[in-house]
């Protein structure tokens, strides 16, 4: 059925599927321009973290975070993808 289809950009996949589909048929220049735009958000944050905690405890803190299952987690980068796929598509016009 169409509405089941997986590659149906309304309905199917998930936003990280959306994500690297927009971004490989998107302008090469917006999608570096975004990519470096998170970069350096992270960059950021990972700057305002090493004011609070050393380097080690900071990769440790991370690792355990990421082992851990978590619908938070999950839900977060979802809320990140989509996010990154409307930056790109409406600017890919």
Do not use: W
Not at 21 to 49: G, P
Not at 55 to 78: F, G, N, W
Request: charged fraction near 35%; glycine fraction near 4%; hydrophobic fraction near 40%.
């Amino acid at each position: 059925m169409f509405f089941d289809d997986e590659d149906d950009i309304f309905t199917g996949g998930s936003p990280k599927k959306k994500f690297f589909d927009i971004v490989y048929h998107a302008n090469r220049n917006l999608v570096e321009k975004e990519l470096d735009a998170l970069v350096a958000r992270l960059c950021v944050v990972e700057n305002l973290l090493a004011r609070h905690m050393d380097e080690e405890t900071i990769e440790e803190t991370v690792r355990q975070e990421s082992l851990l299952p978590s619908k938070e987690l999950e839900a977060c980068m979802a809320d990140k993808y989509i996010g990154l796929t409307a930056d790109i598509l409406t600017q890919n016009e």
